[in-house]
């Protein structure tokens, strides 16, 4: 599977910001892909993800009500839509693709095996 991420940048706290995740090269009928951040001198931390079996998100508690997970089957593409950001969400944000799992996301990235490049979210105060 191969993931290529788009959409980060800079931006003022309150801000916005879309980022996209394309997929290709699925080998099975369902997926979960999931983003992840890690900022400077953090550990990774899974901010979401999207399951295909049931089209359902889920979202870490500190994201949750600010950011939200949509696909475009059409395009084998996911976003992250990011709002009400803070500086505390400045990171690197990664998608990773788990090809043939059904139901509920892992939340840690080792049952991941596709990884996008990462793109670059500052956000200042």
């Known amino acids: 599977v191969q993931l290529v991420e788009s959409g980060g940048g800079s931006v003022q706290a309150g801000g916005s910001l879309r980022l996209s995740c394309a997929a290709s090269?699925?080998?099975?009928?369902?997926?979960?892909i999931a983003w992840f951040r890690q900022a400077p001198g953090k550990e990774r931390e899974w901010v979401g993800c999207?399951?295909?079996?049931?089209?359902?998100?889920y979202y870490s508690s500190s994201v949750k009500d600010r950011f939200t997970i949509s696909n475009d089957h059409a395009k084998d593409t996911v976003y992250l839509q990011m709002n009400s950001l803070g500086p505390d969400d400045t990171a690197d944000y990664y998608c990773?693709?788990?090809?043939?799992?059904?139901?509920?996301?892992?939340?840690?990235?080792?049952?991941?095996?596709?990884w996008g490049q990462g793109t670059q979210v500052t956000v200042s105060s």
């Open positions: 999207f399951s295909s079996s049931d089209s359902s998100t």
């Open positions: 090269g699925f080998n099975f009928g369902v997926y979960v």
């Open positions: 990773a693709a788990d090809d043939g799992r059904i139901g509920t996301c892992p939340r840690n990235a080792k049952f991941y095996d596709s």
